[in-house]
Each structure stands twice: as structure tokens, then as C-alpha cells.
């Protein structure tokens, strides 16, 4: 070996640094090597919740007992197909994961409670109608120094929470809309006077988490591609990376700590395991390549559950990345339609099962894209692609075919090549269900969750359900896309990856959606991927310590 130190962590995603910190408070030695020049992985650019049951900032009531009800009610059935899910990791993240929360917080990280973020399953046993989600302070990036500039662009760039941006889409109707609006003026006038840059979300997370394990003394390296596992007499002793050119032999003496990525951006690995999906639809990590998941199974690791995704439908609109559109397809006026016309599961429901719903119509009828629906009605209130309520979309978005129109429902079937007769049926059979108060068909609305993804301001089933009757009618192709893959190695309670026949592969361990989810194919609630990530993270990092101090005390 070239050098070694005591732990070496490949990514620096979500839950890396956690691991990072962990071993520095036990007064052990860490590299953290990051394939991107820039750190933070996926988690920088998303809206970095996390989803921890029972934990410190939650001021409703919640336990133990209750989590674990929900989380074995979601996975009822499930455990032969998701190997990664068993009771005994999913009864590790609920015990550990508050534990984890409190050591950031020893630790300077600020955290806060997203108060209104139900679970996706709500009427599940153990299930709340309010949140187990938590979101990070703001953050001045302006403390990391020379590092602030090797973080990727925010997905929010502004001084704003995560609980304070999800108001704002209602600022044309909301009083507290319009306040949050007021902060952000406020925030962004004192941080040009003062030289601070607020942000919040998972920048603001990964910020802090990088500034508190540089403050640590955590090495971090980035271009620091890992090309090999080194095994040595039967354990993971290191890794070989290259960094500036060169390979360079990297020793691990307690261990190696896998957490770089899925596999969303490589199309070969898509077309083995998750077929008919395209690496254009993700919004993921340019890094979410895979060859760490192969370089991992090349030395005998186990993978399972490797045909989920992360889901979460995505439009294509003209000249820009993939646009996320979950937040559209689940508010009133507007319904999902195949190519056919046809209706076939709940608009109201997790982007996880959104994405999931795309792909296995399209085992049945032709769905991918599928096409949203909506009404003058909600374009007069709500969002749309990123646009602000009542405005004019841009003409491009006509001109190159994303957004078709149609002054009556049989002009827009037209328009999108769908029979006339089949979406004016389905239409009118949806408006009937509207009428009445209840879909028959998927229940769309009956969940707290439903509720809270559609109009505040309306009440009862009315704010998942809303006619679509009012022309001109508009349509665009909703495509399954993903934010990574939620299948990988298989680990253990402790986040050991382990072999196919169950042995533990001794000094490797995984965490993120470099590992099969301990959520099996469900996604519980807002934070269910960097929530975990962290936890096994953090819980990999103490077993290898004390690994490491037991091995010490028998020599």
C-alpha cells in the first residue's frame, strides 16, 4: 500500500460524511474518495430530507412500536423478493437512526422538522398523517471556503428551507406564500451585504455535513475514480484509485465503506435489469455509473432487488434536463392516460409508485410515455412545468410538439394520436367520480398523503379531485423517470455486504443506493433513500470501530 488509513469511504453522497465523522469522534483516521470533482453526490442537488421515525424535532407522538408497524405492514409479503428488506435491518434503521440524528446534532449539524410531510402509505398500521421527515437549516456556504466552489449547482438556489419551499407554489393564494417570499428577499439582500450564501435542502445538508468533517479532520479527495477492491488473506484490506493520472494502492485497516451511487446513468445495466427505461429520464449524479456495484460483485458480493427504481415521472420539455412532474400529475383537473386513452392507477400517490405504475402498464398496453391531462381549470391555479399558475406557456413548448392543446377533448386526442371515443369515456367516467366524491377506480384522495400532494385550499376529496371539463384541454408525455436505482449489494443489519449464500464479506461495507433498500420495493415516506443512507452509514462506521478495538484487545 501506497498509504492506509483507518477507514476509507468510495462517494461522498448521502451518509458518507456521517461515517466520516463518526470514525474521526473515535479517533480514527479517513479518506473519502469522490470519483466527480465536486462532493455531495446526489444528495447536493436534491431536497436532502430525511425520513427517521421517533427522532429528537418531532412534536407529535410517535415510537418505536408504531414505526416498525408500518414499516413490516409495507413489507408483508415482500421479503423474499427484497432480500435487503428483513426484519432485522429494518428493526437496525429504526433503532439507530434517531441515535444517528444525535450525534449530527453533537456534532453542530441543525436540523429542524418538516411538520406537514405524511407518510405515502397513511392508513397503514403505524402510519402519520404528519411527518417523520426532516429537513436542514440554512446554511452559510460561504463557511466552507475554497470547498464552497467544489459543490454542484443547488436544484433550489435560494435562502429557503425545504419546509418553507413547499409553500411556495401557492404565493398567488397564500398568505404564508407570501411571506416566505418576503424572507427570501430579506435573506438575499443581507447575504450581498454581508457575503453570506444561504441555502437549504440537501446543499445545505451536505454543506454542513462537509464543513463539519473537514473541521474534523476528514480527508476528502476528489477525481478520485475507485478502479479495484483489494483483498487480502480473505478480507477487503483497500482500495486502488486514480487520482492524478496515476493508480495508487490505498490501505484500509477497519474497513471499506461502499457508497458510490446506483446505476441510473449506465444504459447496459438498465437494459439487463430494469428493461425499457432510458438513462435520458433520470435527474440523478452524472456518477450514478455502476462500476462499483460490478467491481463489488466481481469479488463475490450479492445483489438483489435490481429492478427498482428510485422512480419519479419526469416530462422532456424542449432544450432542458428532465423535468420532475410529480407535483403536477397529482393536483385536481388532470389525469394520467396511456396511449390508448385509458385510465389505469391513481395520480395521488409516492413518485416511487408513480414511476412503478408507468412500467408495468407498459407490460400491458403501450404507456411509456403515458400523457397528462389537464383542464383550463388547472392551469388557471396550479403549476406547470415550472411555470407560474394562469401564465402563458412558452410557444416553443407548442411549436416543437411537448405541449399539445386541443379546444375540445376529441381535438386533444387528435393531437396526441389517442382515440377520440376511449379518452372522452374516460374523461367523462373520471368527472362522474369527481361528482360523487370517490374514485371508484383507485381510490385517488381517500389518503391523508393523497390530500396533501393536491389543493390546500380546497376541502375533503375535493382537494385531490377536480373535474376536467373546462377548455381549451392540454396534454404532455410523462415518462418514468428516477432520481437512482433503489436495488444493489445486499448488507446485513450492520451494513456488512455480503455473499450470495449469506456470509459476510469481512472489512466491506455498503450504505446508500450503492445497496439493495431496506425498504424492499416501498418508498415510506419523504427521505426514505438519504434517511437510510445516513442510519447504515452511521452504523457501519461503529461496527468497524469497535471491529477494530476487538481485534486490537485479542492481539
Same mark, same amino acid.
Not at 492524478?244 to 474497513?255: N, P, T
Not at 407490460?363 to 388547472?378: C, E, G, H, R
Given at each position: 500500500m501506497e498509504e492506509t488509513f483507518d477507514f476509507v469511504i468510495v462517494g461522498s453522497g448521502a451518509g458518507s460524511l456521517c461515517a466520516a465523522l463518526m470514525m474521526r469522534s473515535l479517533g480514527k483516521s479517513v479518506l473519502v474518495l469522490e470519483k466527480l470533482d465536486k462532493v455531495g453526490g446526489t444528495t447536493a442537488t436534491s431536497g436532502g430530507v430525511m425520513w427517521i421515525p421517533n427522532n429528537r424535532f418531532m412534536k407529535v407522538e410517535d415510537s418505536r412500536e408504531k414505526a416498525i408497524a408500518y414499516l413490516d405492514a409495507l413489507a408483508e409479503g415482500e421479503e423474499t423478493a427484497a432480500p435487503a428488506a428483513t426484519r432485522e435491518r429494518r428493526h437496525a434503521f429504526v433503532e439507530e437512526g434517531p441515535k444517528m440524528i444525535d450525534f449530527l446534532v453533537s456534532q453542530g449539524v441543525k436540523l429542524k422538522w418538516i411538520p406537514t410531510y405524511p407518510d405515502y402509505y397513511s392508513g397503514k398500521p403505524g402510519a402519520l398523517d404528519t411527518s417523520r421527515t426532516i429537513t436542514s437549516e440554512l446554511f452559510d456556504m460561504s463557511k466552507l471556503g475554497a470547498w464552497k466552489s467544489k459543490?454542484?449547482?443547488?436544484?433550489?438556489?435560494?435562502?429557503? #428551507?425545504?419546509?418553507? +419551499?413547499?409553500?411556495?407554489? !401557492?404565493? @398567488?393564494? /397564500?398568505?404564508?406564500?407570501?411571506?416566505?417570499? $418576503? @424572507?427570501? &428577499?430579506?435573506? #438575499?439582500?443581507?447575504g450581498k451585504l454581508t457575503g453570506k450564501q444561504l441555502l437549504g435542502g440537501g446543499a445545505g445538508l451536505q454543506g454542513q455535513m462537509a464543513s463539519a468533517a473537514l473541521k474534523a479532520g476528514v480527508e476528502i479527495r476528489l477525481n478520485a475514480g475507485v478502479k479495484q477492491i483489494l483483498v487480502e488473506g480473505g478480507r477487503v484490506a483497500g482500495v486502488v484509485a486514480e487520482?492524478?493520472?496515476?493508480?495508487?494502492?490505498?490501505? +484500509?485497516?477497519?474497513?471499506?465503506?461502499?457508497? &458510490? $451511487?446506483?446505476? /441510473?446513468r449506465n444504459q447496459e445495466m438498465r437494459d439487463r435489469y430494469i428493461p425499457g427505461t432510458s438513462a435520458t429520464w433520470t435527474i440523478t449524479s452524472v456518477g450514478d455509473t455502476g462500476e462499483v456495484l460490478q467491481e463489488a460483485v466481481r469479488i463475490g458480493a450479492a445483489v438483489a432487488q435490481m429492478g427498482e427504481l428510485i422512480g419519479q415521472p419526469v416530462a422532456l420539455p424542449p432544450g432542458r434536463p428532465p423535468s420532475l412532474v410529480h407535483g403536477d400529475v397529482t393536483k385536481p383537473h388532470g389525469i394520467i392516460v396511456d396511449q390508448g386513452g385509458e385510465r389505469f392507477m391513481s395520480e395521488a400517490q409516492s413518485y416511487v409508485e408513480l414511476g412503478r $405504475?408507468?412500467?408495468?402498464?407498459? @407490460?400491458?398496453?403501450?404507456?411509456?410515455? /403515458? !400523457?397528462? *391531462? *389537464?383542464? /383550463? =381549470?388547472?392551469?388557471k391555479k396550479y403549476m406547470f412545468v415550472g411555470t407560474m399558475p394562469g401564465s402563458a406557456k412558452p410557444q416553443a413548448w407548442f411549436d416543437q410538439g411537448f405541449l399539445k392543446k386541443g379546444e375540445t377533448l376529441d381535438e386533444l386526442a387528435a393531437a396526441c394520436g389517442i382515440d377520440a371515443g376511449k379518452l372522452r369515456a374516460t374523461v367523462e367516467r373520471f368527472n362522474g367520480f369527481v361528482r360523487n366524491g370517490r374514485d371508484e377506480d383507485f381510490h385517488r384522495g381517500d389518503r391523508a398523503y393523497d390530500r396533501w400532494l393536491g389543493d390546500p385550499f380546497e376541502s375533503g376529496a375535493a382537494q385531490s379531485l377536480g373535474t376536467v %371539463? %373546462?377548455?381549451?384541454?392540454?396534454?404532455? =408525455? *410523462?415518462?418514468?423517470?428516477? *432520481?437512482? #436505482?433503489?436495488? $444493489?449489494?445486499? #448488507?446485513d443489519a450492520q451494513a456488512r455486504v455480503l455473499r450470495e449464500d449469506g456470509s459476510v464479506i469481512d472489512g466491506l461495507y455498503a450504505t446508500g443506493t450503492s445497496t439493495a433498500s431496506v425498504m424492499g420495493a416501498r418508498s415510506p415516506g419523504a427521505g426514505a433513500s438519504i434517511g437510510p443512507a445516513f442510519t447504515f452509514a452511521y452504523i457501519a462506521a461503529k461496527h468497524a470501530a469497535n471491529a477494530g478495538n476487538l481485534a486490537e484487545a485479542a492481539a
Open positions: 459543490f454542484p449547482p443547488s436544484f433550489l438556489p435560494l435562502p429557503v #428551507t425545504i419546509d418553507e +419551499a413547499l409553500l411556495l407554489p !401557492w404565493m @398567488k393564494r /397564500s398568505g404564508a406564500a407570501r411571506k416566505v417570499l $418576503g @424572507k427570501i &428577499a430579506f435573506r #438575499t439582500l443581507l487520482i492524478d493520472g496515476r493508480e495508487r494502492r490505498i490501505g +484500509a485497516a477497519l474497513g471499506v465503506l461502499l457508497n &458510490a $451511487g446506483g446505476f /441510473s $405504475g408507468l412500467i408495468e402498464r407498459n @407490460k400491458v398496453a403501450p404507456a411509456i410515455p /403515458s !400523457w397528462l *391531462v *389537464v383542464d /383550463s =381549470q388547472y392551469l %371539463e %373546462e377548455g381549451p384541454f392540454y396534454a404532455l =408525455q *410523462v415518462y418514468p423517470g428516477d *432520481v437512482s #436505482t433503489f436495488g $444493489g449489494l445486499v #448488507t
